[in-house]
């Protein structure tokens, strides 16, 4: 990179900053000023901060993209597409009506503390941004030269300092100023991409035929399993959060609906360049580097830069969300409801929890390498154990008793844990009967609640 791209890079950081710090959070605020803002989310914002914070997976997509072709917008795409829909149907207004600040206290409500804690517990888990801070040391590595440890270690730090000091308000101000970046850079790529190589012909003549069918040489039951992955959509606390925090209930489902147009277009965009960048530089050793890696190839000096800041933009609106998130649930849900800490305690412990989260997202980064088996092993334990009881927490008069509520996250989540544990038992390297481990567990979610005992649903207010 030429200094001129560095230098945009150092604008864009010290502008972060300034946005993030605008107003901090005072010593005596409440919870709901740390964890929703104080619910005041307008439409622009909750769109903004919604796009931005659900698509920090950028090299995951790049990674996808490069190794599998058109088939990224049928698992990364479409799934989450529906997910997102029935959340905005389904749950958008309720979340924002149930005037709760977290999934956890949802659990409370419906099923109990102990629930709620154990609920939490795993949410922390699913919620801790390794595979983002991932992606950042990837691309320190490949833009900058920096060692990778390095840049997931500096990546990290300064994607929470901010957070660390502004709670929720200024997660949704820096996501603001990102939401642009993130088009931006990916527009001028495509545009220079087509203008210099010609468009659907030269792929065509370009990439394997492979790269152009549905299926991208997956299974079927290997592209199904992430349409029971993207279910999780569905206990996704950062859409919670949004809801909880917007104006009111229609802010939080039209946001919704306006955000999957969004990221609609964002997947033609990321899904056209992975196929360019497989077409011109066929021999990457690391597809995740492969949106940086054609970058270099064909940006000039100042463009380079700029997508430079699209991929940073991208990754650290998500870091510092999923940050935060299991910041909040470390110190709201686990330690203030063990120990029933009052409001100015948990925004303590909420500060803890973001320095431990990063700790353990850079353990995660560093141990797996990989940013899609990220998505896949968290996706496929936490979702089984915690589909069913979120759900149907806000849908239906149908409920689980406590007790079943619990026993169900735990045998459900221990299901598919020794379900994807069995691959290193099994002499052929595959899971047991063939089944990704998902399956298993919202199978048994579902015929347990099935054969549940009935329970009046809680007062809620009505749509």
């Given at each position: 990179?030429?200094?001129?791209?560095?230098?945009?890079?150092?604008?864009?950081?010290?502008?972060?900053?300034?946005?993030?710090?605008?107003?901090?959070?005072?010593?005596?605020?409440?919870?709901?000023?740390?964890?929703?803002?104080?619910?005041?989310?307008?439409?622009?914002?909750?769109?903004?901060?919604?796009?931005?914070?659900?698509?920090?997976?950028?090299?995951?997509?790049?990674?996808?993209?490069?190794?599998?072709?058109?088939?990224?917008?049928?698992?990364?795409?479409?799934?989450?597409?529906?997910?997102?829909?029935?959340?905005?149907?389904?749950?958008?207004?309720?979340?924002?009506?149930?005037?709760?600040?977290?999934?956890?206290?949802?659990?409370?409500?419906?099923?109990?503390?102990?629930?709620?804690?154990?609920?939490?517990?795993?949410?922390?888990?699913?919620?801790?941004?390794?595979?983002?801070?991932?992606?950042?040391?990837?691309?320190?590595e490949s833009l900058f030269g920096w060692p990778f440890w390095l840049g997931v270690t500096a990546g990290t730090l300064f994607s929470i300092?901010?957070?660390?000091?502004?709670?929720?308000?200024?997660?949704?101000?820096?996501?603001?100023?990102?939401?642009?970046?993130?088009?931006?850079?990916?527009?001028?790529?495509?545009?220079?991409?087509?203008?210099?190589?010609?468009?659907?012909?030269?792929?065509?003549?370009?990439?394997?035929?492979?790269?152009?069918?549905?299926?991208?040489?997956?299974?079927?039951?290997?592209?199904?399993?992430?349409?029971?992955?993207?279910?999780?959509?569905?206990?996704?606390?950062?859409?919670?959060?949004?809801?909880?925090?917007?104006?009111?209930?229609?802010?939080?489902?039209?946001?919704?609906?306006?955000?999957?147009?969004?990221?609609?277009?964002?997947?033609?965009?990321?899904?056209?360049?992975?196929?360019?960048?497989?077409?011109?530089?066929?021999?990457?050793?690391?597809?995740?580097?492969?949106?940086?890696?054609?970058?270099?190839?064909?940006?000039?000096?100042?463009?380079?830069?700029?997508?430079?800041?699209?991929?940073?933009?991208?990754?650290?609106?998500?870091?510092?969300?999923?940050?935060?998130?299991?910041?909040?649930?470390?110190?709201?849900?686990?330690?203030?409801?063990?120990?029933?800490?009052?409001?100015?305690?948990?925004?303590?412990?909420?500060?803890?929890?973001?320095?431990?989260?990063?700790?353990?997202?850079?353990?995660?980064?560093?141990?797996?390498?990989?940013?899609?088996?990220?998505?896949?092993?968290?996706?496929?334990?936490?979702?089984?154990?915690?589909?069913?009881?979120?759900?149907?927490?806000?849908?239906?008069?149908?409920?689980?008793?406590?007790?079943?509520?619990?026993?169900?996250?735990?045998?459900?989540?221990?299901?598919?844990?020794?379900?994807?544990?069995?691959?290193?038992?099994?002499?052929?390297?595959?899971?047991?009967?063939?089944?990704?481990?998902?399956?298993?567990?919202?199978?048994?979610?579902?015929?347990?609640?099935?054969?549940?005992?009935?329970?009046?649903?809680?007062?809620?207010?009505?749509?």
């Amino acid at each position: 990179m030429h200094v001129v791209d560095y230098c945009l890079v150092v604008i864009y950081l010290a502008a972060l900053l300034l946005i993030g710090f605008y107003r901090r959070l005072r010593r005596d605020s409440s919870t709901t000023e740390l964890i929703v803002g104080g619910r005041m989310l307008t439409l622009p914002a909750f769109v903004a901060s919604l796009v931005s914070t659900w698509y920090g997976g950028i090299l995951g997509v790049g990674e996808y993209s490069y190794r599998f072709g058109l088939s990224n917008w049928l698992v990364f795409g479409l799934p989450y597409y529906l997910a997102a829909f029935l959340f905005a149907l389904f749950l958008a207004k309720k979340a924002r009506q149930s005037e709760v600040l977290t999934i956890p206290e949802r659990l409370a409500q419906a099923y109990g503390n102990k629930t709620a804690v154990l609920g939490s517990i795993i949410i922390y888990l699913m919620t801790v941004p390794a595979a983002y801070v991932l992606m950042l040391g990837v691309l320190c590595e490949s833009l900058f030269g920096w060692p990778f440890w390095l840049g997931v270690t500096a990546g990290t730090l300064f994607s929470i300092i901010y957070v660390y000091m502004g709670g929720f308000r200024s997660v949704v101000r820096t996501d603001l100023f990102q939401f642009g970046l993130m088009f931006l850079g990916f527009v001028v790529l495509l545009v220079m991409l087509v203008t210099r190589y010609g468009a659907f012909d030269f792929l065509a003549s370009s990439l394997p035929a492979q790269h152009l069918t549905w299926h991208g040489g997956n299974s079927i039951w290997y592209i199904a399993t992430w349409y029971v992955i993207a279910l999780a959509t569905l206990i996704e606390p950062a859409f919670y959060q949004r809801c909880y925090a917007a104006r009111d209930a229609g802010t939080a489902r039209t946001g919704i609906l306006i955000s999957i147009a969004c990221w609609a277009f964002f997947d033609f965009l990321t899904t056209s360049c992975g196929l360019y960048a497989k077409a011109i530089l066929p021999g990457l050793v690391d597809p995740v580097a492969s949106y940086p890696a054609l970058a270099l190839q064909v940006l000039p000096v100042g463009l380079l830069g700029l997508f430079a800041l699209t991929l940073l933009a991208t990754i650290m609106s998500t870091v510092d969300s999923y940050s935060f998130i299991a910041a909040t649930t470390f110190g709201n849900d686990i330690v203030g409801r063990l120990f029933n800490l009052d409001e100015h305690r948990i925004v303590l412990y909420s500060q803890v929890g973001l320095i431990l989260s990063a700790f353990l997202a850079v353990a995660f980064a560093v141990f797996f390498r990989s940013v899609v088996d990220i998505w896949y092993v968290f996706g496929s334990i936490g979702t089984p154990a915690l589909l069913v009881p979120v759900f149907f927490s806000y849908v239906g008069r149908r409920r689980l008793s406590a007790g079943a509520a619990f026993s169900m996250i735990i045998i459900s989540g221990m299901l598919s844990l020794l379900w994807y544990l069995s691959k290193y038992v099994n002499a052929d390297g595959g899971y047991w009967l063939g089944l990704q481990p998902i399956f298993p567990g919202v199978t048994l979610s579902i015929v347990f609640f099935m054969f549940s005992k009935r329970r009046e649903a809680l007062a809620l207010p009505e749509n």
